[in-house]
Every structure is written in C-alpha cells, then in structure tokens.
C-alpha cells in the first residue's frame, strides 16, 4: 500500500487574568486535521487495492501452457490496482474549541 502523510496544525492562544486573588484563564484554539489537504486535494488522501488479484482462473491450452486473463469488474477490465478512499480522514477537517480554567 502506498504511504499516506497527513499533517495536523494547531493554533492556540491563552489569555490569563486574575480576578479575587485567583488566576483564570481562557484558551482559544484552532485544529487543523489533515492541513496537507486543505492545500492541495490530492495530498492526505488513502488509497485502497481494487483487487488482490487481477488475474484470473489460470488454465491451460492445447500446448500444457498456462492461460490467464485479467479480471473483469462491474462490466469492464481491471486497469488499476488501487482506488481512492473517501474516508473522513480523507478530507481536511477545522475543529475550534475554547476552554476556560480557573484555580
């Protein structure tokens, strides 16, 4: 299977700030996932075999030589060993969030 490099990148900024002798704080954060494929489409996406074997029922001719053919799907011969996946982790994902503590 071939190599698939995805990238995640967060941003995050906390603010700070005491109040009544105790420090509360607030974070602002912003989640790349698969940040590779917000800048191109082609980037961190998977892709998956069609078929483990392309060939199929070997036989024989009138000579004892070994006959094959290639595999026929939906109507048609295979061309390609692998096939692009349509996972959620295929696609480039925002997620912000914001959380406040205080001690």
């Excluded at 078929?51 to 011969?77: C, E, F, H, K, W």
């Amino acid at each position: 299977m071939p190599m698939v490099w995805r990238l995640d990148f967060v941003v995050a900024q906390d603010l700070f700030r005491d109040m009544g002798g105790r420090r509360h704080a607030l974070q602002l954060r912003a989640d790349f996932l698969n940040f590779g494929n917000l800048l191109n489409s082609d980037w961190g996406v998977g892709q998956r075999l069609i078929s483990n074997s392309p060939l199929t029922n070997p036989a024989a001719d009138s000579q004892g030589r070994a006959t094959y053919r290639m595999r026929v799907i939906n109507n048609q011969l295979m061309t390609k060993s692998l096939e692009t996946t349509t996972f959620l982790t295929d696609v480039y994902r925002i997620q912000f969030s914001l959380k406040y503590s205080f001690n």
